[in-house]
């Protein structure tokens, strides 16, 4: 995602509140924050999770919310990706996990 000009030292914090509220809910492996070195403003998250079951569980958390509304506030299309073993998912997934009983 684009952290807002000017504005990602505050992207960065917040990824960095939401990594540690992550750590509490069960299957949490490690979360990193990366940041472009000619592109301050370009921000990465990523988290790695033990099992689908809990990655479907942390989605539908308040935590997950805090991370899609950080995201909103980018000022280009933010891309979300979720990897898997076989696979590679997009916002579409996320919303079948937060909007269904899967």
Request: hydrophobic fraction near 40%; proline fraction near 5%.
């Amino acid at each position: 995602m684009m952290a807002r000009p000017n504005r990602s030292i505050e992207a960065v914090e917040a990824l960095r509140a939401i990594r540690v509220a992550s750590k509490m809910d069960r299957g949490f492996i490690e979360g990193r924050i990366y940041q472009e070195v000619d592109n301050p403003d370009s921000l990465c998250f990523e988290q790695d999770w033990s099992s689908e079951p809990e990655l479907k569980s942390h989605i539908r958390s308040t935590c997950f919310t805090d991370l899609l509304m950080l995201m909103e506030t980018s000022p280009e299309a933010p891309l979300l990706e979720i990897h898997s073993v076989r696979d590679v998912f997009g916002i579409n997934y996320v919303e079948a996990v937060r909007y269904s009983d899967c």
